[in-house]
């Protein structure tokens, strides 16, 4: 016996069927959330220009992505600046922070 899956795709908007070459998934971010939506193009082009004028009006925002500092080569900057920094354990906040000014 023969089995065949079928993934049916639904317009979010309007829950109208949606065949997989007219689907576009539109990722937007509001306050801070993220959201993803399936939409038919017709519904992703009135999603685009309803934003369009709170675009053109707004700035880019800085990434805040954190930035993850190796312990390794903390402890080897502090070394060369004469910076004293135990072999183990957790690294003083103070020389992370001077470590990452200078990188």
Same mark, same amino acid.
């Given at each position: 016996? *023969?089995?065949?899956?079928?993934?049916?795709?639904? @317009?979010?908007?309007d829950?109208? !069927? %949606?065949?997989?070459? @007219? &689907?576009?998934?539109? $990722?937007?971010?509001?306050?801070? +959330?993220?959201? %993803?939506?399936? &939409?038919?193009?017709?519904? =992703?082009?009135?999603?685009?220009?309803? &934003?369009?004028p709170? %675009?053109?009006?707004?700035? !880019?925002?800085? =990434?805040?992505?954190?930035?993850?500092?190796? !312990? $390794?080569?903390?402890?080897?900057?502090? +070394? +060369?600046?004469?910076?004293?920094?135990?072999? $183990?354990?957790?690294i !003083?906040?103070?020389?992370? @922070? *001077?470590?990452?000014?200078?990188?």
């Open positions: 016996m *023969a089995r065949r899956e079928v993934t049916q795709f639904f @317009d979010d908007l829950n109208s !069927p %949606i065949n997989e070459e @007219d &689907l576009e998934v539109v $990722r937007f971010g509001v306050n801070g +959330k993220n959201y %993803i939506l399936d &939409l038919s193009h017709a519904n =992703a082009e009135k999603f685009h220009a309803a &934003l369009a709170y %675009i053109e009006a707004a700035r !880019p925002a800085q =990434a805040t992505t954190p930035k993850r500092t190796d !312990p $390794r080569e903390v402890r080897e900057w502090a +070394k +060369k600046q004469g910076i004293e920094v135990a072999k $183990r354990g957790k !003083p906040s103070e020389i992370i @922070d *001077a470590y990452n000014k200078v990188h």
